[in-house]
Nanobody, 123 residues
């Protein structure tokens, strides 16, 4: 059973930066597609960024493209999300999630989830 634990959330002013981390244990991290989702109050959970199991392929939502960077270190069983030029619209709970097989924007297809970390961007 894979366990995922996020860290790095917090309160930041618009234009600032945060770095989220996701630490995995209990499974074969290097075999999973890993994805960051976020969910704002009253909204559906949405894909932010995803990375293939080797890290060779990444994909971002249009709203964060050019501002966020996803990465992973399979030797350390960790994944990160560097968030720059943060905007109030980025305020949400951020979740890391993992699955085997192909990447997907559908959160229902993911097998493993972290508990989430709050990111709040003030204007």
């Amino acid at each position: 059973q894979v366990q995922l634990v996020e860290s790095g959330g917090g309160l930041v002013q618009a234009g600032g930066s945060l770095r989220l981390s996701c630490a995995a244990s209990g499974g074969t991290f290097s075999s999973y597609v890993m994805t960051w989702f976020r969910q704002a109050p009253g909204k559906e959970r949405e894909l932010v960024a995803t990375i293939s199991w080797r890290g060779a392929t990444t994909r971002y939502s249009d709203s964060v493209k050019g501002r966020f960077t996803i990465s992973r270190d399979n030797a350390k069983n960790t994944m990160s999300l560097q968030m720059n030029s943060l905007e109030p619209a980025d305020t949400a709970v951020y979740y890391c999630a993992g699955k085997q097989g192909l990447t997907s924007s559908n959160p229902n297809t993911y097998d493993y989830w972290g508990q989430g970390t709050q990111v709040t961007v003030s204007s």
